[in-house]
């Protein structure tokens, strides 16, 4: 069984071999077919053009030679009537030249000669009427009527000469225009036969090419039509194996081409993703490095206040401030879930993700020095209630140095403080208020005396009631208080602390409580 199933297999794997041969030869008589084909149609595109191009070659020849023998006997006529037009000018123009001389020279004779030769007769005449006999009176008559005749026949010519003259110019103007136009025919002539030229350059070249196109195709044509029939045969067997191959997946090729654009695409988005996520981590480093700086910073401000303002508050005592960090394991940093999925991806990763910085803080940490506790530092769990407000107060104070506040409202902060700490603390406000307002409720003198505005607060039928008063009825409700111990509708009096204001110019600053 082992040896048949080993011939079935080495059987199936021979067949296999076989059908991939056939179908790499479909192929092959496939391309060759088609290449065929397209040579042949190309060959017989080309031919037609070729003989539409010549045929068109030959007819602008024949058209350019026709034009040609035309052109030329006209232009010859042409010559030959412009070389008759202009010395027809020539003559022309010299005619007018003599007219035009003739007639000056009548008219200077009929100035100079006939018009004084009339005068003289005239004064003659006049000189006869005057003093002459009848027979010289009719002789200078008669002289006077011919002399008139004359004049009359001269004038008769000029205007003659002129007539001609100006029949002169019109024939002379006909000429120009003539001329014109057949200078203006001649040029679109010699415009049209260079276009023609131009256009037969043209074809000239294009029919190398062609001819050139069809040397080159009438090559490759004569090698594959030397195996046409080898061609046809293979083609006939490769028709055979296709048919036996009906099932094949035609679309398998262009599913392939399709998913490896996908493919393509998807890693082009991945390296996008890649680049923009190492600037993201970039920026985040970025911002956690100035997060750090902003924290040690802004700690640093707060801490060394917070020591300088307990130290007002307790001249003997000692505050500070701790920051608390991670333990070194936990400060460790850290990798991020898309290194874990990354390294399972069968597409090679171009750029490693940058790690995130974490957290290395935890907290803030307290440790004060009462005198009372003989220099032992304690937390803050182990402070009595008064000793946590100072400490609080001392924080609190010590915040606004860093980020100040347009102003504070302090409820009673004193109940829990002794008379030494409510004066300290009333300094400490009196001294701050150079910058800031504050407003504070108290039932103690200590935080009454450095104010300069006193309220007093009142609850009657349910309804508050708020009353200026002055700093003398305030110790005086503060004192009945003391020794009554009972409220009598009153609430503790909000005396609030404000920034300074100028009173005028000649005097100074004053905190305006």
């Not at 232009?75 to 030249?97: F, H, P, S, T």
């Not at 001329?179 to 043209?202: D, H, P």
């Not at 907290?363 to 946590?388: E, N």
Request: proline share 3%; net charge neutral.
């Amino acid at each position: 069984m082992e040896e048949i199933s080993s011939k079935i297999a080495e059987e199936e794997v021979k067949y296999e071999k076989e059908r991939m041969e056939r179908m790499i030869k479909i192929k092959k008589s496939e391309r060759i077919r088609e290449s065929i084909k397209n040579k042949e149609k190309r060959i017989e595109e080309n031919e037609k053009i070729i003989f539409r191009n010549t045929q068109k070659l030959l007819i602008l020849q024949n058209e350019k030679d026709n034009k040609n023998i035309i052109d030329r006997s006209e232009i010859e006529k042409a010559k030959k009537k412009l070389e008759e037009i202009q010395n027809k000018v020539r003559e022309l123009e010299k005619k007018r030249v003599e007219i035009e001389n003739r007639r000056q020279v009548l008219r200077n004779e009929y100035q100079f000669g006939i018009i004084s030769r009339i005068n003289e007769i005239e004064r003659k005449m006049r000189e006869v009427e005057s003093g002459g006999d009848e027979s010289d009176i009719e002789k200078y008559k008669e002289v006077l009527s011919k002399s008139m005749e004359e004049l009359q026949r001269i004038n008769e010519e000029i205007e003659k000469k002129i007539q001609e003259e100006r029949t002169l110019e019109e024939q002379q103007e006909g000429i120009e225009k003539e001329k014109e136009k057949k200078e203006k025919i001649q040029n679109e002539r010699e415009k049209k036969m260079a276009r023609l030229f131009e256009k037969m350059t043209v074809l000239e070249s294009k029919r190398k090419e062609l001819i050139k196109r069809r040397e080159e195709i009438g090559k490759n044509y004569e090698e594959i039509k030397g195996n046409k029939g080898e061609l046809e045969d293979m083609l006939e067997e490769t028709m055979k194996e296709i048919k036996k191959y009906r099932h094949v997946n035609k679309k398998a090729k262009d599913q392939y081409k399709g998913f490896i654009e996908q493919q393509e695409g998807l890693i082009d988005r991945k390296k996008e993703i890649l680049d923009t996520q190492e600037t993201i981590y970039s920026l985040i480093e970025s911002l956690d490095e100035k997060k750090e700086e902003a924290i040690e910073r802004t700690f640093k401000g707060v801490s060394k206040g917070f020591t300088e303002i307990f130290n007002k508050l307790v001249p003997q005592g000692k505050g500070t401030l701790v920051m608390l960090k991670k333990p070194y394991e936990q400060n460790q940093l850290t990798q991020t879930p898309s290194t874990q999925t990354q390294s399972e991806n069968k597409f090679p990763i171009t750029s490693q993700p940058k790690k995130i910085r974490t957290e290395t803080y935890s907290g803030i940490s307290l440790r004060v020095i009462f005198p009372a506790f003989g220099g032992d530092a304690k937390t803050i769990q182990q402070l009595s209630g008064g000793q946590k407000t100072v400490v609080a107060l001392s924080l609190i104070f010590a915040i606004q140095r860093c980020d100040p506040a347009p102003f504070y409202l302090f409820d009673e902060i004193d109940s829990n403080l002794d008379t030494v700490y409510r004066e300290a603390v009333s300094s400490l406000i009196q001294e701050q208020s150079k910058e800031a307002q504050y407003i504070v409720t108290t039932f103690r003198p200590e935080l009454i005396l450095p104010a300069n505005k006193w309220y007093e607060i009142k609850h009657q039928n349910k309804v508050s009631t708020i009353l200026p008063i002055t700093k003398d009825e305030a110790l005086k409700v503060i004192k009945e208080e003391g020794e009554n111990q009972v409220s009598n509708g009153y609430t503790p009096f909000q005396t609030p602390m404000q920034t300074p204001q100028r009173i005028d110019s000649s005097e100074q600053l004053t905190p305006n409580i």
